[in-house]
């Protein structure tokens, strides 16, 4: 894992403790400059206690095990705002959006068999994603944020191919 992909998992953690963007300004640059800190800082806070613990864990799952105590760099910080901002944009997702988008979603990305193949892109159980289109379990807002990454890295490939087929 990259320090870019530790950091946006850090901007999305930020966001999933505190949607309202109202995150304490000492974590805030904790969790910018010193990563570990401002880790045990956020997971500590009351508020972390009102969260999504299954998107909690799952975003404190992606961090790697030797996540750097800091300094980040603050060009190296880019990604955690990225995070923040993209998982603002998943719980809005999270309370539009459901099982129907999910099959969708799911089904544009792997076919056929999109369940079990989304349940191992994200990393959770496939029966977990059965809950999910059951209604039996709501889909977390994490959720949405990794399958928007999915479809953007889809298109991308699916551009550099067309572009790779326009050159020959």
Do not use: C
């Not at 603050?74 to 901002?85: E, K, N, R, T, V």
């Amino acid at each position: 894992m990259t320090t870019s992909d530790a950091m946006y998992a850090l901007g999305q953690l930020a966001r999933a403790i505190w949607p309202a963007g109202d995150t304490p300004a000492s974590i805030l640059d904790a969790l910018l400059a010193q990563p570990v800190t401002g880790l045990a800082l956020a997971t500590r806070h009351k508020a972390a206690a009102d969260a999504d613990q299954d998107d909690l864990a799952a975003l404190i799952a992606r961090l790697p095990a030797d996540l750097t105590g800091g300094p980040v760099q603050i060009q190296d910080q880019a990604p955690f705002w990225l995070g923040y901002y993209h998982y603002l944009t998943a719980l809005d997702r999270a309370k539009k959006w459901g099982p129907e988008q999910l099959a969708r979603a799911g089904s544009l990305l792997y076919g056929e068999r999109w369940q079990s193949e989304l349940a191992r892109a994200l990393d959770v159980n496939d029966r977990r994603v059965r809950q999910w289109i059951a209604s039996e379990r709501p889909i977390p807002p994490g959720i949405w944020a990794d399958i928007a990454g999915l479809l953007r890295q889809r298109q991308q490939e699916g551009l550099a191919l067309l572009r790779e087929m326009d050159a020959a």
